[in-house]
């Protein structure tokens, strides 16, 4: 079982960048497919991103295609999510999870994933 630990979170003006790492603890981090939500206050948590085992393939939500970019480090067991020209409806709390489903439709649904971070919150100021 894998265990996470969000960072990189904080207050950023529109158009800005912001650079999230979820670190895990556990020898068996490289089995898991990765991915990132997001919830904003009122709302339901919502899939932003996955990454394969590998790193070989990902997936996007459309609200972020173009703009975020996942990655992840086996080696480090940390996964990555670069955010570009951030708009103010990117405000939330971003949770990493993991899980060991795969596909376009597998990857996008919360009831998959396991071991949820606390999660940071990601401000973005218009």
């Known amino acids: 079982q894998v265990q996470l630990v969000e960072s990189g979170g904080g207050l950023v003006q529109a158009g800005g960048s912001l650079r999230l790492s979820c670190a895990a603890s556990g020898r068996t981090f490289s089995t898991y497919h990765m991915g990132w939500f997001r919830q904003a206050p009122g709302k339901e948590r919502e899939f932003v991103a996955a990454?394969?085992?590998?790193?070989?393939?990902?997936y996007y939500a459309d609200s972020v295609t173009g703009r975020f970019t996942i990655s992840r480090d086996n080696a480090k067991n940390t996964v990555f999510l670069q955010m570009n020209s951030l708009k103010p409806e990117d405000t939330a709390v971003y949770y990493c999870a993991a899980t060991v489903h795969w596909g376009a439709i597998a990857t996008r649904l919360r009831n998959n994933y396991a071991g949820w971070g606390q999660g940071t919150q990601v401000t973005v100021s218009s």
């Open positions: 990454i394969n085992w590998s790193g070989g393939s990902n």
